[in-house]
């Protein structure tokens, strides 16, 4: 599966984005997908997680994050989402969209198999 994340762009604090991230090639249906973000200098960040199986879905979120993300998905378009409002200048990163199957811990970036280009996020003070 090849992913396209899109939707990044200068925000004032306070403010919200939403981020897209879109599959091709292999529908995305049964893969869990995730959103990670890498600041300049520190490590890759889990940000969201939405977790596909047989019966039910179910969503995770970095500590950062709760209650001011959300992930969502549009099956019939093959594409994931990250509403994020409250934005706050710690927030500015680079937001990757990964996929992946079978994961034991989904804040680990080893556990996904494919990820997007990235897109630049920016939050003014």
């Known amino acids: 599966v090849q992913l396209q994340a899109s939707g990044g762009g200068l925000v004032q604090a306070g403010g919200s984005l939403r981020l897209s991230c879109t599959a091709s090639g292999r529908t995305f249906s049964g893969y869990d997908m995730g959103w990670f973000r890498q600041a300049p200098g520190k490590e890759r960040e889990f940000v969201a997680h939405?977790?596909?199986?047989?019966?039910?879905?179910?969503?995770y979120y970095g500590d950062s994050v709760k209650g001011r993300f959300t992930i969502s998905r549009d099956n019939a378009k093959n594409t994931v989402y990250l509403q994020m409002n409250s934005l706050k200048p710690e927030d500015t990163a680079v937001y990757y969209c990964?996929?992946?199957?079978?994961?034991?811990?989904?804040?680990?970036?080893?556990?996904?198999?494919?990820w997007g280009q990235g897109t630049q996020v920016t939050v003014s003070s």
């Open positions: 939405l977790n596909w199986n047989w019966s039910e879905e179910m969503a």
């Open positions: 990964a996929a992946g199957r079978g994961m034991v811990r989904v804040s680990a970036a080893s556990g996904y198999a494919a």
